[in-house]
């Protein structure tokens, strides 16, 4: 697989990370949406390995208590806890398979499933 060893003669990807936690760098973001740091430049790490199975991305979404940015993740271990644009804290305001649902379409479907389950 190319990209994924450190053998001589293959190409191995550099990934930019936050210089100060070593998390993933955001283009365009003014801090680390991980440690919470003013971004500067970039660090460069090499991905020696990858992941190909596992639970299913969970979608999240963050919205900041200081200015109100929101934004969308989607992946299996979020630790982003603060603004991209202000630094300030933002927690996950919904989380998981039913967020955006509204609620009528959630009870209906779990009463359904108890019924189902009681059938059984």
């Known amino acids: 697989m190319r990209g994924f060893s450190d053998a001589p003669g293959r190409d191995v990807p550099k ?3 936050c210089a100060n936690c070593r998390q993933d760098y955001i283009d365009g973001d003014q801090y680390c949406r991980f440690c919470g740091a003013p971004m500067g430049g970039p660090a460069f790490i090499t991905d020696t390995f990858a992941t190909l199975y596992g639970p299913e991305p969970t ?18 271990n979020d630790e982003q806890r603060y603004c991209p644009k202000c630094g300030g804290d933002a927690p996950v305001i919904e989380e998981g398979l039913f967020s955006g649902i509204p609620d009528e379409i959630i009870s209906k479907v779990t009463r359904d499933l108890e019924l189902l389950l009681r059938l059984r």
């Open 15 to 17: 990934r930019k990370v």
């Open 59 to 76: 979608r999240r979404l963050h919205k900041c208590k200081q200015c109100g940015c929101q934004w969308e993740t989607k992946s299996i």
